[in-house]
Nanobody, 123 residues
Framework: QVQLVESGGGLVQPGGSLRLSCAAS????????MGWYRQAPGKQRELVAA???????NYADSVKGRFTISRDNAKNTLYLQMNSLKPEDTAVYYC?????????????????WGQGTQVTVSS
């Protein structure tokens, strides 16, 4: 069993900042790619940013230069620093983590989602 717990969402004014966290716990052998997605009302879920186990990152064009994704492998935690927030950033943000678990000497890899955290950018 693996659990992902997100935190850090909230209400912020345009131009403000928030930092999201996603902590993984449970039967973890290794963590591979990690990412943040968001879903606004009436829209499809979209990738915001992703980071590989080696630290390579990629971002949606809409957040480049404003958001920074990072990970702390010792704490099994993913972060998203969001600066210069805009009203169009308003959405539920979800973390997504690719985790390997060892069961009887066999490695199994699964994709897990966090519960989502609301980010609202409004004056």
């Amino acid at each position: 069993q693996v659990q992902l717990v997100e935190s850090g969402g909230g209400l912020v004014q345009p131009g403000g900042s928030l930092r999201l966290s996603c902590a993984a716990s449970g039967s973890i052998f290794s963590i591979y790619a990690m990412g943040w997605y968001r879903q606004a009302p009436g829209k499809q879920r979209e990738l915001v940013a992703a980071i590989t186990s080696g630290g390579s990152t990629n971002y949606a064009d809409s957040v480049k230069g404003r958001f920074t994704i990072s990970r702390d492998n010792a704490k099994n935690t993913l972060y998203l620093q969001m600066n210069s927030l805009k009203p169009e950033d308003t959405a539920v943000y979800y973390c997504n983590v690719d985790i390997a678990t060892m069961i009887r000497d066999t490695q199994y890899e699964y994709d897990y989602w966090g519960q989502g955290t609301q980010v609202t950018v409004s004056s």
